[in-house]
């Protein structure tokens, strides 16, 4: 143990260069520990701007910060610290092209300080590629957890599978909604879509699932034709009438017409169509709607409390209100736009954050739910529901960052072997707060960190999928792809044996760019081989069609090909469970050795290959994985001081 | 509206009147270091109501490494005054005011003052004026929190004599009752046939419903068996699973998934028990000025020893289910309306005390029985013990090895910690180390003379690192100080009882009751 060491800042190298993604909470309190913990190097990238309810935790922020970019605020503000640090600010999306792999590996080390699942998986990846350890971290609550990602020693990002976020099936939400998330859902990702969102050509949304078996396809073809027709409206209409004009159709023809289909409602009460004249009526009578509907409600006043639940009337002064305010926005939107001779098609995306998105889809869902018998919620709790909110608070974050950088000060002096995962605990019937646990090495069945990343250089308007798999002939028996590849990019088939209708298409043409990922894999999945990913980095000056970079790379399984084919046999006849990697014959097992020799020239010659387990054993959690200290449910962490 | 939007993410945690408790509070903060104002900030951000600062030196060019609410040009003017402004530009609804005195003698020079707090929090307080300050908060029942840093190590001690919760939030489960329903959630299980014929109403069924059926129809094949063992829920678990008509019957699904889990025994459990046995509950009427929470919690016990099965109020929540709308609605209101029955006992109870204790009705506010009752089950007090106390134990280890961080809290122990005139020689650090064996029992503290390198070594270090703030030490130990002065002001969760040893090397923490 260092006990002599007086101060961080005489341990990490002045040279050491790292990268923060994300500004947020976690990021502000990171920067500041960073600087004054004696790194001087700091670049952080955020896309955000700041917001209001950003304050009650994000430090570097303050109230005439509102709306400026997260990023260069929080460089502004953590700079004046330590004038000899550079902090240098990226007001961008980390996914943008300009980041891509030769950009990562200038760094020696990235924290990632986000909060959403597709950033940290992209960060993640880019990490595993570049081989840059990466410091991780989350916070729910009083929850929080800090680990470090190393490819080839341990677990990365995607080695715990991630809960997917529920969907809904199609009609549940368009015509059988049976609890109040299901007028949320309508209401946010149907309805606000519809009017307010840019007019794409498709209109998936992450929370309806596309439609399937059980869904019934005259209902589906039903309501594609609802759709168009609100659509319809929304362009006939202005902003004072659209209100009314979209409320008719929704809560009123849209029902009678779903009342129309007898065997829908055979075991459900039916819905109840609301009529506009009416609500109106009963609306002036309790004064909620005034000589001017579109005055926008008391909201200071308790009867329209963020936790109050509005009554019908209210609701409906509120739908008609902020559908006007909407409208209006989008109008300014697309004039804007007009004027600056941009494309016209423009529209307003929900943010749980601002007041209009809000009061329209709590006033929405509630009338919906008005119609289908169905509890109102309160703008309070329709906010947490639509926005999935997790609970954030400004001590989480503070200990988190303080975590990350003792993880990043190990990894910055040339201690990966001191780094550890930790989690934060709320107490509840144990006083303790903290776990810690040792890394955990790769998981064997991860599909992320346990294929071969290699950076392939290519000029994307001439080089067609044929000539890449000309590249990878020499390379494909010694990576265990055998004769028939299949080509993936994002999930999307580009080529397989029975579908070669792109081969001779340029990759630019089948939506290959700049920075991707491009998946190899064998038409057959073989338990021993994952598919290899390539890196597409595209350039017009390209001479070769495909340039694979460092092709020793690809080379170098041929080497192990026999004694790979022997042990094989071997570990099929015993099959014993223990066995979770098989070493080369020629060179023992290294235990924490990684699988993806790492590109972009830091490449790591000797580079050993770990095979994957045959899938039988996959089901084996490996020995050597376990964590030394499993948080038990005793009081073992509290050593018992006696009278 | 702008309230509510800035402490939204805030909110949906510790709830409005958590956030009303924090606004109502006063935290003092005795001496401005880094991790004193890094718990500030930490409070200053979700709109604590105000806090005060006493602090006597001017802001020193070390400051600048390791505060970050001083800046360069900020060195020689007050730190007291500069720490508070730059906190006050953080949240302009927090009150902030700056005291520039000794923070080691404030206690005794200003006892009035600091106890016009709620809290106070000493960092890097030496020894001979922590006991001063402990005794006077202990004596006035006001929490204090003493965190003190050196090197890369922190030392976090929390001194409340009795702190007491309803929100505890360690019994999530939902009260449900299926072992003893009460009367109207009786009749409304009997008002369904279990064996219908129609299929869909068979796939209705909501599933406490189906639970009540079996359990009966269990209880009629064993009518001897009162209690039920983890093998009978099982068995019921499968009467479920062989009931079902058709794989797409969620309700029996469901239902058989939570047999196991729903069908324990509802009782009041030993802690809040024990808690219904204190003095302070069982003869509220001899104290002179009883909190509302004895109040509650005597209403609360007055109301299990008048009720048939000796039970707790009922929560009143009941989970989502598979079921139509029309029958979970119908559900929802049966167990909302025994809640409100139980409220209302519970309601009768208190005014009684109140009238009894010749106390004002307004005393206890009704949103404060409510809550009450909806948490009766997690009702908790912690009762601490006082660094005076502490500093009279025997120290002993239950442990064969002495543990590392054991030691690291024997060092943050030494008396002249943070007095730091005289250079450290090796007589300190044998004299501190021999007053420290001094304090524990036999067995460990020869363990320690037979391998005394630990222990000096360590006490060595913190007397040598007692003026050396880490910036991201005070960051972290700032943060679980702030966390833990939170807990103690909304009444959630359960807060650390009651020293934390935090280890800034290897990122460890080791929680002890002392």
């Known amino acids: ?643 | 509206m702008d309230k509510t939007q800035r402490y939204d993410r805030q909110l949906r945690l510790w709830k409005a009147h958590g956030q009303a408790r924090l606004e109502a509070a006063r935290v003092c903060l005795l001496q401005a270091t880094a991790v004193g104002s890094e718990v500030l900030k930490n409070l200053v951000l979700p709109g604590v109501g105000g806090f005060t600062i006493v602090d006597d030196q001017a802001v020193a060019p070390s400051d600048l490494g390791q505060n970050f609410f001083v800046t360069t040009q900020e060195v020689g003017q007050l730190r007291a005054r500069v720490v508070t402004r730059h906190l006050k530009e953080l949240n302009e609804d927090v009150q902030g005011q700056a005291v520039v005195e000794d923070p080691f003698t404030f206690a005794q020079t200003n006892a009035e003052a600091l106890l016009a707090h709620s809290i106070v929090v000493a960092t890097n307080f030496p020894c001979a004026h922590l006991l001063p300050l402990a005794a006077l908060c202990w004596e006035h029942r006001i929490a204090l929190v003493v965190a003190n840093t050196a090197g890369f190590m922190g030392y976090i001690r929390v001194q409340v004599p009795e702190h007491t919760m309803f929100e505890t939030h360690s019994n999530q489960s939902h009260d449900l009752r299926l072992d003893c329903p009460f009367p109207a959630l009786h009749t409304f299980a009997d008002s369904f046939n279990v064996d219908c014929q129609d299929s869909m109403a068979h796939g209705n069924i909501p599933s406490i419903v189906l639970l009540l059926h079996f359990l009966k129809r269990w209880r009629d094949k064993h009518p001897t068996q009162t209690a039920l063992t983890y093998k009978d829920k099982k068995e019921i678990k499968s009467m479920i699973e062989q009931a079902v008509r058709n794989p797409n019957e969620e309700n029996f699904e469901e239902a058989a998934q939570n047999a196991v889990q729903t069908l324990h025994k509802t009782e009041t459990p030993d802690q809040v028990k024990r808690v219904f046995e204190h003095r302070s509950c069982k003869n509220l009427h001899a104290s002179l000025n009883p909190a509302p929470f004895w109040i509650l919690t005597r209403a609360l016990a007055d109301f299990v020893q008048e009720d048939p099965n000796g039970l707790l109020p009922l929560a009143g929540s009941i989970p989502d289910m598979k079921t139509d709308t029309q029958t979970f609605v119908q559900l929802q209101a049966l167990y909302f309306e025994k809640a409100e029955e139980d409220v209302c006992k519970v309601r009768h109870h208190v005014s009684r005390l109140l009238t009894e204790l010749d106390l004002p009705p307004n005393t206890v506010p009704d949103d404060d029985i409510r809550l009450a009752c909806k948490n009766a089950v997690n009702l908790r007090v912690q009762w601490g013990t006082s660094i005076a106390s502490e500093r009279n134990k025997t120290l002993a280890t239950d442990d064969l090895a002495v543990e590392d961080n054991f030691l690291w809290y024997l060092a943050f122990q030494t008396h002249t910690l943070y007095t730091g005139r005289d250079p450290v020689t090796s007589e300190t650090v044998e004299h501190e180390v021999e007053q420290l064996l001094g304090k524990l029992d036999n067995s460990t503290s020869q363990q320690l003379r037979a391998h005394p390198e630990p222990l000096s070594s360590r006490v060595h270090y913190t007397l040598n690192h007692g003026d050396t703030e880490l910036h991201n030490l005070a960051a972290w130990v700032g943060g679980v100080v702030a966390q833990e002065v939170v807990k103690l002001i909304t009444h959630q969760y359960v807060p650390l009882a009651n020293t934390l040893v935090v280890n800034g090397v290897d990122s460890t923490t080791q929680s002890f009751s002392l």
């Open chain 1, 1 to 643: 143990m260092p006990l002599t060491l007086a101060t961080t800042a005489e341990l990490v190298p002045d040279t050491t260069r790292v990268l923060v993604v994300g500004a947020g909470g976690i990021g502000c309190e990171l920067l500041k520990n960073l600087v004054l913990s004696g790194f001087l190097r700091i670049d952080v990238v955020d896309l955000d701007t700041i917001d209001l309810s950003n304050l009650n935790r994000q430090f570097l922020f303050q109230k005439q910060h509102i709306s400026q970019p997260k990023a260069t605020v929080a460089a502004q503000a953590v700079q004046r610290f330590n004038p000899q640090a550079s902090v240098v600010a990226h007001h961008a999306n980390i996914k943008d092209p300009q980041y891509d792999a030769a950009w990562f590996a200038q760094f020696d080390l990235v924290l990632n300080a986000l909060d959403n699942l597709d950033a940290r998986r992209h960060v993640n990846r880019m990490c595993l590629l570049t081989n840059r350890p990466l410091v991780e971290s989350g916070t729910a609550g009083y929850l929080g957890q800090v680990t470090v990602i190393r490819q080839g020693f341990t677990e990365c990002f995607d080695c715990q599978p991630k809960p997917t976020p529920k969907t809904f099936p199609i009609c549940t939400i368009r015509s059988t909604p049976s609890a109040p998330i299901h007028c949320i859902v309508w209401a946010k990702d149907y309805l606000f879509t519809q009017m307010f969102a840019a007019k794409a050509e498709d209109d998936d949304d992450d929370a309806i699932a596309a439609p399937s078996a059980s869904d019934d396809p005259a209902e589906i073809q039903l309501l594609h034709l609802e759709a168009s027709a609100l659509k319809q409206l929304q362009t006939l209409a202005s902003p004072e009438t659209l209100g009314p004009t979209v409320f008719t159709k929704v809560f009123t023809e849209d029902i009678a017409r779903l009342l129309t289909m007898d065997e829908m409602w055979a075991n459900k009460p039916k819905p109840e169509p609301l009529d506009l004249a009416t609500l109106y009526r009963q609306a002036l009578d309790q004064d909620y709607v005034d000589h001017a509907v579109l005055e926008p409600p008391a909201f200071h006043t308790p009867a329209w409390s963020d936790q109050q639940v509005w009554s019908v009337a209210q609701n409906l002064h509120a739908f008609l209100y902020s559908t006007s305010i909407l409208a209006r926005r989008c109008h300014a939107l697309t004039q804007a736009n007009t004027e600056a001779d941009l494309a016209p098609t423009v529209g307003l995306t929900f943010d749980k954050d601002d007041d209009d998105c809000l009061t329209f889809v709590t006033a929405a869902a509630n009338l919906r739910a008005q119609v289908f018998h169905i509890d109102a919620k309160s703008r309070f709790d329709v906010k947490a529901m639509a926005g999935n909110i997790i609970p954030a608070i400004a001590t989480t974050n503070a200990i988190v960052a303080g975590l990350m950088v003792i993880q990043a000060t190990h990894l910055a002096t040339g201690h990966p072997d001191r780094c550890q995962t930790t989690y934060l605990a709320k107490g509840t019937n144990r006083p303790r707060l903290f776990y810690n646990e040792q890394l955990a090495t790769p998981s064997t069945q991860c599909v992320v960190c346990q294929r071969r990343y290699v950076t392939m250089h290519t000029n994307l308007e001439c080089a067609t999928l044929r000539d890449l798999l000309t590249a990878l002939k020499p390379y494909r028996h010694a990576l265990g792809l055998g004769d028939d590849l299949v080509i993936e990019e994002g999930g999307r088939l580009l080529y397989d044996p029975d579908f070669d209708d792109n081969l001779d298409r340029p990759l630019a043409n089948v939506g290959i760019c700049q920075h991707t990922f491009v998946t190899v894999a064998a038409e057959e999945p073989d338990p021993w081989h994952w598919p290899l990913s390539l890196y597409i980095i595209g350039s017009t000056d390209q001479p070769m069609p495909v340039a694979i970079k460092e092709p020793e790379q690809l080379a170098m399984p041929l080497h192990v090909k026999q004694p790979l084919e022997s042990q094989k046999r071997k570990a099929e006849d015993q099959l014993s469970p223990d066995t979770t990697k098989i070493a080369r014959a020629d060179q023992p097992l290294v235990p924490t050795n990684g699988i993806s020799s790492a590109m972009a020239g830091t490449a790591d010659d000797s580079g050993p290959h770990t095979l994957t387990k045959p899938l039988e054993n996959l089901m084996t959690q490996p020995a050597d994985s376990h964590p030394v200290e499993i948080p038990s449910d005793n009081d073992d962490d509290t050593v018992t001081i006696l009278d």
